[in-house]
């Protein structure tokens, strides 16, 4: 053992130890940029000059080459040192200015600017060798050296001809603090690397935008009344959130819903590849906005989580008045309420007859618009705060079998990974590490890496402990919000208990088991060739936001078609055969005597031939009048009897039948 001095205190060392080894041992940071523990010293970057006292001399020497000896004394912070350490780290970052390793090494020393003009401000070698090193003492390839003196100094290859052997060797990519061996012009360092990083980049946007381009096609056919077979809701069938709300409020196992399963094993293989790869929406907001991290306070990712919770806890109780919050059906409400009107006009061989619709109609466009307007403070800043369906396919990410790693030793903290993050889920004070419930897998951030140390590969089970982990906060908000949903419907505020009975549902789709179902995803009402299907507002109660009712002055309930049971992902709408369909008692129609204009147009069109002509007391005349018994409310006679201010054909629901205030006979 050596006995020596380190800053005034006494340390025992064994015999060969460095200075520079000594004072870590001791505790004290000595900064370097050209040493590793595995590669023999070279003193290149000057950064680790130490002040060395022994036989009664001082000089100031490098520590990462000197070898301790019996009663040296080592001062690591001499005023003579910390100039000296200055001077150098100027010099380095004059010469390469905007190299992180290099800035953060200059500002610890305080130096702040560069005193010197740089040659060239793209420069990152800071000629440290232990690349040079690397390629002779681990890889024992001997390819790479330097060349030239002075400011022309460099690191190539024999006459800068690239070797073969670079393609496949990279151990030296390891070594480089700065993450300049990769751009070597010569032997192109890791370029197989990059270029594998990149195939999986583009194998990533074709499936996401292949994905969003089957999405459109689907609203696309839908609207033109074409749906492909019930395939046309296959993302609503994919998505877990829909798929364990909706079980939850109705308390029964949805058959409909079994492709989530391959979204749940997905999920657990791979992370949260359902945001990066083939969420529509997400698709869509991939393609604008800012990456990074804009906003300081990132506690609001959490919010998301309060969200979910609330969805989840309203499913409880039986309802799914929160599903408006659900991405995939934002995104068919707004695409459908922006694009169907314009559909229409072209599909319109007068134009004049074109109306646009109300502003309720239009009101059903703000959720998606807002999500795409947010998309401009940060890119992604839907999925980032407040997407719950990306909260619940995080939270399984968390057990993923496939994450992504950071290799520490090669990391050399510069950055370019989360600058490139679309989701800014890389946090530069944990060591660029991120969340994997964060991580949509979109593969970005491994590209830019000049050290290759990003990887996506098998990681620790449960990704548990870290920033943006739910806490007791977001339960305690998730029970504030939820408690108030609660009792707001308990309480009956609103009046939505009455105002559920007063709106027409579609075919088979009665009472509260609807409600519990309904994810308010509006693909019912794009499939309605009659456009008798339409997204109610508050008059049916606001927890009835968005669900579909029957409008029959919109159009009636067609005879001949049963789409909108067939469409319907959560079974909310029975699939019913078609003439289950024509059986199904959506409500009853009544004539009103007063305003009969007796056009007898409703009993030409009635599919059911439930209209009989009688005579009324008190007035003069025949008029239609309906049999309860065979009406099923399909709301035909509504749309053909001749339009006025006050209707002559109302369909009330089944048990909101007003009785009638005339005496009537059957027609002589």
Not at 21 to 41: D, R, S
Not at 190 to 200: D, I, N, S, T, Y
Not at 570 to 576: D, E, F, H, K, M
Request: glycine share 8%.
């Amino acid at each position: 053992m050596v006995n020596l001095t380190i800053n005034e205190e006494k340390i025992k060392v064994a015999e060969g130890t460095t200075a520079l080894e000594a004072a870590k041992q001791a505790g004290v940071h000595i900064p370097t940029l050209c040493h590793h523990p595995e590669l023999t010293p070279y003193g290149a970057c000057r950064l680790c000059l130490v002040e060395v006292k022994r036989n009664g001399r001082s000089s100031v020497t490098t520590s990462c080459n000197c070898a301790v000896e019996e009663g040296m004394h080592i001062q690591t912070d001499s005023p003579s040192v910390v100039q000296a350490r200055r001077i150098m780290a100027d010099f380095l970052l004059s010469r390469c200015p905007e190299v992180p390793a290099v800035q953060r090494v200059a500002a610890s020393l305080g130096v702040e600017k560069p005193s010197f003009p740089a040659d060239r401000r793209d420069e990152t070698c800071i000629l440290c060798g232990l690349c040079v090193r690397a390629c002779d003492e681990k890889a024992q390839q001997h390819v790479l050296g330097f060349v030239g003196r002075g400011p022309d100094r460099r690191v190539t290859t024999p006459f800068d001809t690239r070797a073969e052997v670079c393609d496949t060797c990279n151990q030296c990519i390891e070594y480089c603090p700065t993450g300049a061996i990769t751009r070597l012009e010569a032997p192109q360092i890791g370029q197989r690397l990059k270029a594998g990083a990149k195939r999986w980049i583009r194998i990533r946007q074709v499936v996401q935008y292949a994905a969003l381009l089957l999405f459109l096609f689907l609203i696309y056919s839908t609207l033109r009344g074409n749906p492909l077979a019930g395939n046309n809701n296959i993302f609503s069938r994919l998505n877990p959130l829909q798929a364990v709300a909706s079980m939850i409020a109705a308390r029964q196992i949805i058959t409909s819903y079994w492709p989530v399963l391959l979204t749940v094993g997905v999920t657990l293989l791979f992370g949260r590849v359902w945001c990066g790869w083939f969420c529509p929406l997400g698709g869509v907001l991939e393609l604008f906005g800012r990456r990074g991290r804009k906003i300081k306070w990132q506690g609001l990712r959490r919010l998301k989580y309060v969200i979910l919770f609330t969805v989840l806890a309203m499913a409880v109780f039986g309802s799914l008045a929160f599903m408006y919050f659900e991405p995939i059906t934002i995104f068919v409400r707004g695409l459908t309420a922006i694009s169907k009107p314009a559909l229409a006009y072209f599909q319109l061989e007068d134009k004049k007859d074109f109306a646009l619709p109300g502003i309720s109609w239009w009101v059903i466009a703000i959720p998606f618009v807002l999500v795409l307007l947010l998309n401009l403070i940060e890119r992604r800043f839907w999925c980032r705060y407040l997407c719950p369906l990306g909260a619940l396919v995080g939270l399984g990410s968390k057990f993923s079998w496939v994450k992504r790693l950071v290799n520490q030793k090669s990391c050399v903290k510069c950055g370019d990974c989360a600058k490139t993050c679309t989701m800014g889920a890389i946090s530069e004070g944990r060591d660029f590490t991120s969340d994997p419930a964060e991580c949509i897998m979109c593969m970005d951030c491994a590209a830019p890496c000049p050290k290759m140390a990003i990887t996506f590969e098998r990681g620790k089970a449960l990704g548990w402990n870290y920033e943006f982990d739910p806490t007791r906060r977001e339960a305690l908000a998730t029970l504030g919000i939820g408690a108030a949903a609660i009792g707001l419907l308990a309480l009956d505020v609103g009046k939505v208990k009455a105002a559920k009975s007063t709106v027409l549902r579609p075919p088979g789709a009665q009472g509260d088991d609807f409600l519990a179902k309904c994810i308010r995803c509006d693909q019912c009402i794009q499939v309605c060739p009659a456009h008798a299907l339409q997204p109610v507002g508050l008059e049916a109660g606001w927890d009835a936001l968005w669900t579909p009712v029957l409008d029959p002055f919109s159009g009636g309930c067609d005879y001949e078609c049963n789409r909108c049971g067939q469409t319907c992902p959560s079974g909310a709408i029975p699939p019913l055969t078609l003439e289950e369909k024509r059986q199904a008692v959506i409500g009853i129609a009544q004539v009103n005597f007063d305003t009969c204009v007796r056009c007898m147009d409703c009993l030409e069109h009635c599919p059911y031939k439930c209209f009989d002509k009688v005579e009324v007391e008190g007035i003069r005349g025949v008029f239609p009048k309906v049999r309860p018994e065979n009406c099923v409310g399909c709301g035909v006679c509504v749309q053909v009897c001749p339009k006025q201010e006050k209707l002559a054909i109302v369909v009330y629901p089944i048990d909101g039948v007003p009785p009638e205030k005339y005496v009537t006979h059957p027609a002589t």
